[in-house]
């Protein structure tokens, strides 16, 4: 008996209901998904977030419950000879595998009925949030607060939809293909557990680094989950992050040129001259964050000719006087330097120039002097 239209199917089978079960960027892209084949059903992620990923997780699990079933009846089809569809004739492993693939979506079917006792009482997501909840809350309303938190669009989120890690103001989670993580920023350790480093990322074909990043909830009952992410984005993470990522490894981060940029403009910046504020000057909030106070004022003190001074043809632009207030941090001052350089010659950015963000007047790193901050009555 030949046996290799059946170990072809096999073949394509597995690798379509893997890449099916665990979509790659290319399927997602196409709208080869559960989230895109129920999208009605389901309804939207952006607006009730927990009640999406609660469709979402018993979709999966009652579609993928269906996937031997659909491999029995596929290679009947395509390999006749082995009479699959002839159960008198049909051998006894074939038989086992069979009912099993039978019962599976049965039984998927009959969990899935559970979880939705009482609208969602018993899945594992809603018994979840009761942990999270006080004793004067429900889990609807944990999820109501993660819902309107997950609407606000200066969340950090990072991976795919069915594999995502979102942090909000006030909540960090983490979904999987059959289960949703939560953990409140209050009540949550974070520790960096691992690290893996590729030689080739498969989107912009460079070297890149994933970090593992342990979330343990503070809560008895709530079990623990990992996050994964590459190591460019712990910046953004961190900037929504209430609790420090313990690095008890001492686990080497590669940062990104962005990164790397503004600490050598930091540490710069800090052997400048300081600038003294007068006494009737109130530093405002910075308007490039909004976040921090201005802790940067921009004075001509390098040695470069003034701008009334004829340059050499070819030279770059000389340095002015700046004559605006304090309005920027030092974070957002050097990320406006860094986007004004040649991004193709990362090695001149140190030694470059720039225009004042206000009054457009050219200045150097060695303009750069920190606000002096003045003494708590």
């Known amino acids: 008996m030949d046996n290799s239209t059946a170990i072809l199917y096999t073949l394509i089978y597995c690798f379509f209901a893997g890449i099916f079960i665990v979509p790659p960027t290319e399927f997602v892209s196409a709208g080869i998904t559960i989230q895109n084949l129920f999208s009605n059903w389901l309804g939207s992620e952006e607006f009730n977030f927990i009640y999406y990923h609660i469709k979402r997780t018993s979709a999966t699990v009652i579609v993928h419950s269906l996937i031997p079933l659909g ?35 049965g039984l998927s079917a009959l969990c899935v009925l559970y979880w939705h006792r009482n609208k969602w009482d018993y899945h594992p997501l809603a018994r979840q949030l009761n942990l999270l909840g006080d004793a004067n809350s429900t889990w609807r ?44 920023q209050n009540d949550i350790h974070l520790s ?63 940062q990104s040129l962005s990164d790397r940029f503004l600490q050598a403009f930091t540490e710069t910046v800090q052997q400048n001259s300081v600038f003294i504020p007068p006494p009737d000057m109130e530093l405002e909030q910075c308007i490039g964050c909004m976040q921090k106070t201005s802790d940067v004022k921009l004075q001509r003190l390098c040695e470069i000719p003034p ?62 002097c920190r606000v002096q901050g003045r003494p708590s009555a």
């Open 192 to 254: 960096l557990s691992d690290s893996e480093e590729h030689a080739l990322s498969y989107q912009n074909q460079m070297a890149v680094q994933y970090l593992n990043i342990q979330v343990s909830p503070v809560e008895s009952g709530v079990k623990p989950f990992t996050i994964r992410l590459n190591s460019l984005e712990l910046g953004d993470l961190k900037e929504k992050l209430q609790a420090p990522i313990r690095n008890a490894r001492n686990i080497v981060i590669h």
């Open 307 to 368: 701008g009334d001074v004829p340059q050499p043809p070819g030279a770059p632009p000389a340095c002015l006087q700046c004559f605006c207030r304090p309005m920027w941090c030092l974070e957002c001052m050097g990320k406006w330097f860094a986007s004004r350089q040649d991004q193709l010659r990362p090695e001149t950015w140190l030694s470059g120039k720039s225009p004042c963000p206000m009054c457009r007047a050219t200045f150097c790193l060695l303009d750069v």
């Open 71 to 105: 491999y029995y009846l596929g290679l009947g089809l395509f390999a006749p000879e082995l009479d699959l569809f002839s159960l008198d004739q049909t051998g006894i492993g074939w038989l086992v595998y069979l009912l099993f693939s039978l019962l599976l979506p």
């Open 141 to 184: 309303s944990v999820a109501s607060s993660i819902n309107v938190e997950f609407r606000r669009i200066d969340k950090f989120t990072s991976g795919t939809p069915s594999r995502l890690v979102v942090v909000t103001d006030s909540w960090i989670i983490k979904t999987s293909t059959y289960s949703v993580f939560v953990g409140h």
